[in-house]
């Protein structure tokens, strides 16, 4: 798939025609593809190092886009302004507890983004707390397994809600660890996350009986046990 799968998936949570915010662009192949197809009319492309930026910038001027693209430096959110009028905010690449310090800025009301288009490093669960406790709903999510390891991308959306997701058979925080999407989903790459995650608990379980990271690995495990027994089996 033309950038790669991860790449891919981001885009692919971009409504078409999107103002689009890319924390922390990197190469700036996301706004690149998204102006290249369509998915963006308009995009920001930040780092916090103006240098890097600086060649990002040469780089995107040799092949010129249609739409408009603009780079600025700076960290998380502090380079975006209300007047960008911005649908999308993306943030890819970094760690979950990162993303949340950056969504937690004051600053994220004012820009008025009606979609968060997130991928994590680890620790789905903390970021999944963080949108059901700021009013934001999960919309979309998905799972991918490349070359040994599993990579999450999730869209939310504010909705201002103050319930959290339900399920009949699993308590929050297991829809917190597991997400309310991919559990309805019937994607058999959940189910083998959940296989992968439950034979590292028994590994962790039995090699620490009894102590604190025992204890913790048993309670994660039978959160694992929970979530397996609620996912359609694998097809034969």
């Not at 995009?43 to 240098?51: H, Q, V």
């Not at 991928?119 to 970021?127: I, S």
């Not at 709903?137 to 390891?149: D, K, M, P, T």
Request: aromatic share 4%; proline share 8%; with cysteine.
């Amino acid at each position: 798939m033309r950038g790669g799968d991860r790449i891919r998936a981001l885009v692919e949570m971009i409504p078409p025609g999107s103002r689009v915010a890319d924390i922390g662009t990197d190469h700036a192949l996301l706004p690149r593809i998204l102006l290249e197809e369509g998915r963006a009319t308009f995009c920001i492309a930040t780092e916090i190092n103006p240098a890097a930026l600086n060649r990002r910038r040469t780089r995107i001027g040799d092949h010129p886009l249609p739409g408009s693209i603009e780079f600025r430096a700076g960290d998380g959110l502090a380079p975006l302004r209300p007047n960008d009028r911005l649908d999308v905010i993306v943030l890819a690449g970094i760690g979950a507890r990162t993303q949340c310090r950056i969504l937690s800025s004051p600053a994220l009301a004012g820009l008025g983004a009606g979609r968060l288009v997130l991928q994590p490093q680890g620790d789905p669960a903390v970021l999944r707390r963080w949108l059901a406790g700021n009013r934001y709903r999960i919309a979309q999510e998905r799972l991918l397994h490349l070359r040994g390891f599993f990579h999450l991308t999730l869209a939310a959306e504010p909705e201002g809600r103050t319930a959290p997701e339900t399920d009949p058979d699993l308590t929050t925080a297991d829809l917190m660890a597991a997400g309310p999407c991919l559990v309805r989903s019937g994607d058999p790459v959940v189910r083998k996350y959940w296989e992968f995650q439950l034979s590292r608990l028994l590994r962790l379980e039995a090699g620490n009986p009894g102590g604190p990271g025992g204890k913790q690995a048993a309670r994660d495990r039978e959160q694992a046990e929970r979530i397996l027994e609620t996912l359609p089996p694998d097809k034969l």
